[in-house]
Structures are given as C-alpha cells and as structure tokens.
C-alpha cells in the first residue's frame, strides 16, 4: 500500500540543506535556484535514448502469500470500525501460486516489461522468508524464492516493503508488540519523532532478510504512510541502510504518488561530497498513477482505461508519455491476480498493449534502479563546453545519456574516455538512437552514450 501525496510544496524537488531541526538533522526543501549541477545553455540533458521512461511498480508482493487475505484481519482489530476491513476475507484465497507469478513474469518478459516487485520479509507474520513459511512446505518456499530470482530479478528490482507491513516488530526480540494500535502497526509508523539510526535499522532489518535469500536490493518500498512524521530522517536512513547491507552506489525509494499537474521525475534528497570521490544520495522515485487494477485486497473492479484506453489516445499514463515525464503505473499484487479471476493481469496486458501500438518507438521500460541511476547522473555530472568540446565528470555511470547540442558536428562526434575513442554512429530517426548512435535534428545534434564515471570528453 502507498502514501498518497497531498500538498505541492512536500512534492518539490528536494534537497538537503543546513536548515535544521531540534535534533541537528538537515530537512528538506525545495531545490533553490543554482542549487544543481549548473549546465552549459548549449547543452541539454534528455531522457535516456530520448524515450520516456516507462515502469511498474507492484506492492504488496511476496512468496505466496496472500497479502489481501492475511492482512485484513489484522488491520481489522486495529481499525473496527473501517468498512473495507470487514469484508470476506476467509473466502479470498490464501495463496498466491508460484504459476500466476510465472505465468505475469514470462509475459512481462515477452513484451519488455520491467519495473519494481516487493517481497515481504514476514508476510503479515506468516514467516520469514529466510527461514520456515508455516502452511508450506520449505521445498515450496525454496522454489518460490527461486522462482524470483531467475525469472523476476532481471527486469524487476526487489524491495522489502519492510518487515511485515502488518505488526511493527520488536527488533530485540523479533516478534511484534504486545499492542495493537496506530503506534504499531508499520502502516502508520512511526508515530513520534525517530532518529535516522532507528530507522535505518528498521529497514536494515528487512534488508538483511532479503540478503539471506540472495535477492539484491538497491531500494526499498514503504508499506502505507511509514515514515509520514520523519520524511527526511527515512530518506537519509534509506540510504545508509541500503548502502550498510547491499553496497547499493545509488539508493532508491518509493513512497509518494504525484497524479496531478507535479512533476513525476525523481527527485535527489541528501545529496552530499559533490566535488570529490564519494558522492552520496537518494533518489525518491514516485508513481504517476493511482491503483487502478483492483485494489490492494484484490476485490476491485480493475479500470484499466483509467491508465490507457484501447487506442492510447486517452488515460493519465498517455498524459504523462505526452509530457515527455516517467510514466510509471502502480498496482497491488493481489488486485492483478483478483482473487483467482485474473481479471487484473488482463487489464493491465491491455494497457501494455495499447502503450506498445501506439508509442513503442517514443518509450522504454525501466528498473527503478535504472531511472534512479540516470536520473542522478542527470543531475549531479558536471558538464563545461570548450569549443567543440563537452567535458563531462560523472560520479555515476549511466547507460543510454542522451544529450542535445546546439548546432552541427564538424564530423563524426567521438566519446574519448580513460584513453580510449568511440566513434558515435549516425543514425536516420530518433527511433534509431541508442548508445553509440547521434542524430542530426534541424540545427542541432542528439548524442546517445553510455555514460562512464569519472572524466570523458565528447569531440564534435
């Protein structure tokens, strides 16, 4: 489950500054004018391969289980009185089988899907996916982890969406509190002011879990609206704790939903060591849509053509293709298997379809971790123009950098970098462009590179 966003000023692009709170911490606000990478006039940074990115983000995943039908009832005896937690949740399958996964996985392989997949380290308290998931047997739990890992991992990135995004747990002992409120359920926590290290090792905590199934993680999901009350403490303790357990170069995290006229482009939060060899941030990817494939309990009645009618001619995510913005659609996993009803899958298989007639050669579909990576070389590479030449000093690599630059080439423009030449190739339309490829477009040129970090000079 997701947080929806619900003023401009929390959605701005974000930054840290020397503002502090009472605890010392830097917040976040928006970026200020000369604040980012300053960038020659002459020289304009485009979305990778000049495609809008496209993306899928999945909540509420795991290894079999169920989520909408063992979270109900917890949910309900914290919330009695909320209606959507009264429904029939006994009747809705306990299980999610590995054949649905295969059967949404191979599709989405088929057809260049890629996105994001959650896998709950403890399930509403089910178990623990690196240990015994009670119900099933551990040859079962095995297989579905695998499952994951050769079919899922190349396309999607994995996250936790914490530990159990049911019971807050107790990280002394490993089981959830004693009691059941707001206070303890991850949903709504935490619900006072806590520092980034508690927090970091919250996540710590889950990501560890996932470590011991051999799934890498380079970001992390938060389950509903975790971390409302600390926004910049979490982001800072996304990225110690990603970095702690995985290493990750460049953290990531969903949280936020923009669906209105705000930009859906990530944003950098606590950017520091720019200028030297350890450039450290987050980069805080958000959905550009809301959930409409059938909810997160997986009752709902999917409305599809609320992302894409069935020429692509209307739908919030042909709006966001058209602003040249990442266009990245949101959904809850029990809602695209419906109970069993599949009803879900085959709406969102015609909204592919129907993005794919109509925009195939104008889009791409990507990781997370691949926008939050171009996304920060976009923002933290220092570019300066020498006459003909584009110095670029990157931190980060980054695949497919696609820049426009003003005017002609003399000849051929050429990537010199660590005392190596790639002559780019010319190509005819902008369908054409890839790495290694530039277009001439009216008076100006579109270069396609793979970005290396450190210095690289573009002749032209």
Not at 185 to 200: G, H, I
Request: glycine share 8%; net charge neutral.
């Amino acid at each position: 489950m997701i947080e929806q966003s619900g003023s401009s000023s929390r959605r701005a692009f974000l930054k840290t500054t020397a503002v502090t709170l009472g605890t010392g911490l830097p917040i976040l606000r928006a970026r200020a004018e000369g604040d980012a990478t300053p960038k020659p006039g002459s020289v304009e940074i485009l979305n990778p391969m000049g495609r809008v990115p496209l993306s899928f983000i999945i909540d509420d995943s795991t290894c079999l289980v169920n989520m909408g039908h063992f979270c109900t009832p917890q949910f309900a005896e914290c919330y009695p009185q909320r209606v959507d937690y009264q429904k029939p949740w006994k009747t809705w399958p306990r299980e999610i089988p590995d054949a649905f996964v295969r059967e949404f996985g191979e599709w989405c392989e088929e057809h260049g899907v890629k996105g994001k997949y959650s896998i709950v380290p403890n399930p509403a308290c089910v178990g623990w996916m690196d240990r015994e998931l009670p119900g099933w047997s551990r040859r079962e739990l095995l297989d579905s982890l695998k499952l994951v890992r050769e079919l899922m991992l190349p396309n999607w990135d994995i996250h936790p969406e914490m530990i159990t995004h049911t019971r807050v747990i107790d990280l002394m002992t490993g089981r959830p509190f004693d009691e059941i409120s707001p206070a303890t359920m991850e949903n709504s926590y935490p619900r006072e002011k806590k520092s980034v290290d508690e927090l970091a090792a919250y996540l710590a905590y889950a990501l560890r879990i996932l470590k011991n199934c051999e799934l890498p993680c380079e970001g992390v999901t938060t389950p509903g609206g975790f971390g409302n009350l600390v926004k910049s403490e979490l982001s800072l303790a996304v990225q110690q704790s990603v970095d702690d357990v995985f290493g990750a170069e460049i953290p990531h995290y969903f949280k936020y939903v923009n669906t209105g006229d705000e930009s859906t482009e990530p944003k950098i939060e606590h950017l520091s060591g720019l200028g030297t060899d350890n450039v450290r941030l987050t980069v805080n990817i958000p959905a550009g849509t809301g959930d409409w494939f059938g909810g997160w309990q997986g009752d709902g009645i999917s409305e599809g053509d609320r992302y894409s009618n069935a020429d692509a001619t209307k739908g919030r995510m042909v709006d966001l293709i058209k602003r040249g913005q990442p266009a990245i659609m949101l959904c809850h996993w029990p809602g695209i298997y419906s109970n069993g009803q599949k009803e879900g899958l085959h709406s969102f298989q015609r909204v592919v379809t129907a993005l794919d007639g109509r925009f195939r050669d104008q889009t791409v579909w990507m990781k997370l971790s691949e926008i939050a990576r171009y996304w920060a070389a976009k923002e933290v590479t220092k570019i300066e123009q020498s006459g003909r030449d584009v110095k670029l000093n990157a931190p980060f690599a980054a695949p497919g950098f696609t820049l426009k630059l003003a005017g002609k080439p003399m000849a051929a423009p050429t990537l010199v970098s660590k005392g190596t030449q790639l002559e780019l190739k010319q190509v005819s339309k902008a369908a054409e462009l890839k790495a290694g490829t530039w277009l001439p477009v009216g008076t100006d040129t579109t270069v396609c590179f793979d970005l290396p970090r450190g210095m690289s000079v573009l002749r032209t």
